[in-house]
């Protein structure tokens, strides 16, 4: 049995681990106990521990620590690891990603929404540089390139009106081209052609 006192200096116990270990919610991720601090000193001799949280990132987790007829909590500093995309070389918006990622074992951190695979046509929705840990928001995953022509169906009511326009950058999920004129228009990407709805 291991006091609470010591926890913070030993390795960490089996049993602290093995309630870690199960709290990992994320399949395919490896995790890693870097540090195990008590909360207060109560030196009570911990056998078992329970997380009350699924583990989905890297950070300091909760444990609660149950001894023969006492009870406390400590801090467990973790890092959680899984596979994702890398960048091997710069891209610039609108080219093609599939052959410029390469997996690796990335950490996972708050608010992160890493990629582990790619649509055959995903193109980087801007320029990115090498060594870029692939996220949603780097994709844009169909559509036609940025700079190609595309025909765009403005609709108000029940007129509806057709014209070309030049691809560009847009927010994950939407499409955007210039019109002729030089303005910019955002809408929904429906069979290769953007259809914008006006107010």
């Given at each position: 049995m291991i006091t609470l006192v010591a926890?913070?200096?030993a390795a960490i116990p089996a049993f602290?681990?093995?309630a870690l270990q199960r709290a990992l919610a994320v399949p395919g991720a490896r995790l890693e106990v870097l540090?195990?601090?008590?909360?207060?000193?109560?030196?009570c001799e911990a056998t078992q521990a329970e997380v009350q949280r699924p583990v989905t990132t890297s950070g300091a987790v909760v444990v609660r620590l149950r001894g023969p007829g006492?009870?406390?909590?400590?801090?467990?500093d973790l890092r959680v690891l899984a596979k994702g995309l890398v960048l091997t070389h710069a891209v610039r918006e609108g080219?093609?990603?599939?052959g410029a990622a390469a997996a690796a074992e990335?950490?996972?951190?708050?608010?992160?929404?890493?990629?582990?695979?790619?649509a055959r046509d995903a193109r980087a929705a801007r320029s990115l540089p090498a060594g870029t840990q692939l996220s949603l928001h780097h994709v844009r995953a169909e559509g036609p390139a940025i700079g190609?022509?595309?025909?765009?169906?403005?609709?108000?009511?029940?007129?509806?009106?057709?014209?070309?326009?030049?691809?560009?950058?847009?927010?994950?999920g939407r499409a955007c081209a210039i019109l002729p004129s030089g303005r910019r228009v955002e809408g929904t990407l429906d069979a290769g052609r953007i259809l914008v709805e006006a107010p």
């Open positions: 926890l913070a200096l602290v681990d093995t540090a195990l601090r008590e909360s207060g000193s109560s030196g006492c009870e406390s909590l400590a801090w467990a080219e093609p990603l599939q990335i950490e996972l951190r708050q608010g992160q929404d890493l990629l582990s695979s790619l190609s022509q595309v025909k765009i169906e403005v609709r108000a009511g029940a007129l509806v009106a057709v014209q070309m326009g030049r691809v560009v950058g847009c927010v994950p």
